[in-house]
């Protein structure tokens, strides 16, 4: 109890629940197995908590708004319908991982963060700094060996304003992974490269699945943390 409450008090911080911390609370609240008599006790500290933030702050809309998506989580897990998990994959060579990259950043509309070995293929460069001009917050997170490499679009990503950071270390930042909107992971062997889609044997996967998003989100600010900008 003293956990949930503990991670109640941080979401209610900025009067939201963001998405990684309802999937956060939700994680906390399954783990401790609530019986209804608890589930009681912490809908009382919930309310509790509320009205303590609408009596300090003014923002008593988002404060409600906090309260609302909480108690859904305190329902009973039979009485709470999961979000249909919807996962593809697409296959090079050919077109269709190139593809698929382009649309993700084309439909991306609050937030894009990049973390791939290299990326040379201006076809996708081209999609990322369109979401970058649209206002979309793009970040990227590349190898720095592999960003001096003849044909490296980071240099110009990063000249052109969108935030990069890189590994400067002897070993080398190896993921392929991208987040689009905090909903969505794409992740396999593809390189951003021109010879990935036109001569390679490799593979994309795009899911939607809450436990992977969250999981390679964590994986994401802690390098984006550990890494310095590009210099």
């Known amino acids: 109890m003293h956990t949930i409450e503990q991670a109640l008090r941080a979401t209610i911080q900025d009067d939201r629940l963001t998405r990684s911390e309802r999937a956060a609370l939700a994680s906390v609240i399954a783990e401790a197995n609530l019986s209804e008599q608890q589930r009681g006790l912490v809908?009382?500290?919930v309310?509790?908590?509320?009205?303590?933030?609408?009596?300090?702050?003014l923002a008593p809309v988002a404060v409600l708004e906090w309260l609302d998506d909480v108690l859904k989580l305190l329902q009973p897990a039979s009485d709470v319908k999961l979000p249909e998990v919807k996962s593809d994959a697409c296959f090079s060579p050919g077109e269709a991982c190139r593809r698929r990259i382009r649309s993700l950043f084309r439909h991306a509309r609050k937030s894009a963060d990049v973390c791939v070995f290299t990326i040379t293929d201006n076809a996708i460069s081209d999609e990322i700094l369109a979401a970058h001009r649209r206002g979309v917050s793009v970040r990227v997170?590349?190898?720095n060996d592999k960003s001096t490499d003849r044909g490296s679009d980071i240099p110009l990503l990063d000249r052109l304003g969108v935030p990069v950071r890189m590994d400067l270390t002897s070993h080398h930042m190896h993921h392929k992974f991208a987040l689009f909107d905090e909903t969505t992971l794409l992740t396999g062997s593809y390189n951003w490269t021109v010879s990935a889609s036109e001569s390679n044997e490799e593979n994309l996967i795009v899911t939607n699945d809450e436990l992977l998003v969250r999981s390679f989100r964590t994986t994401f600010d802690e390098l984006w943390k550990r890494f310095a900008p590009r210099r």
């Open 43 to 45: 809908r009382n500290k």
């Open 47 to 57: 309310f509790d908590l509320a009205r303590e933030a609408m009596t300090n702050r």
């Open 141 to 143: 997170i590349s190898d």
